[in-house]
């Protein structure tokens, strides 16, 4: 497992952006496929956006394409998720994971349960 800590989250208004960062550790950063969960209060944690550890291969939520992008700076140990246009539906507490235990497995991953590393979640409210 790694370490993650994901930072950048806020109050903002409809419309606003921001961009969420996520830090880890761990010797092999350039191997892990990543991505981005997000859990409202009473629901359950849902996909939002995947990154290959290349980076060369990204997917999203429909609710998200065309206003969220995921990247991965592999030299820093970041991965980013730059949100716009955002939307009241947005507000919900954002998790980074990474797939640490697959070794450079190509391809993105979209479900729960590839994922073996969390970070604690970054709370993003949207309200005018």
């Known amino acids: 497992q790694v370490q993650l800590v994901e930072s950048g989250g806020g109050l903002v208004r409809p419309g606003d952006s921001l961009r969420l960062s996520c830090a880890a550790s761990?010797?092999?950063?350039?191997?892990?496929?990543m991505g981005w969960f997000r859990q409202a209060p009473g629901k359950e944690r849902q996909f939002v956006a995947a990154?290959?550890?290349?980076?060369?291969?990204?997917y999203y939520a429909d609710s998200v394409r065309g206003r969220f992008t995921i990247s991965k700076d592999n030299a820093k140990k970041m991965m980013y998720l730059q949100m716009n246009s955002l939307k009241p539906e947005d507000a919900a507490v954002y998790y980074c994971?990474?797939?640490?235990?697959?070794?450079?497995?190509?391809?993105?991953?979209?479900?729960?349960?590839?994922?073996?590393?969390w970070g604690q979640g970054t709370q993003v409210t949207v309200s005018s």
């Open positions: 990154i290959s550890w290349s980076g060369g291969s990204t």
């Open positions: 994971a990474a797939d640490a235990a697959s070794g450079g497995r190509p391809g993105v991953r979209l479900n729960l349960y590839e994922y073996d590393s």
């Open positions: 761990g010797r092999t950063f350039t191997n892990y496929a």
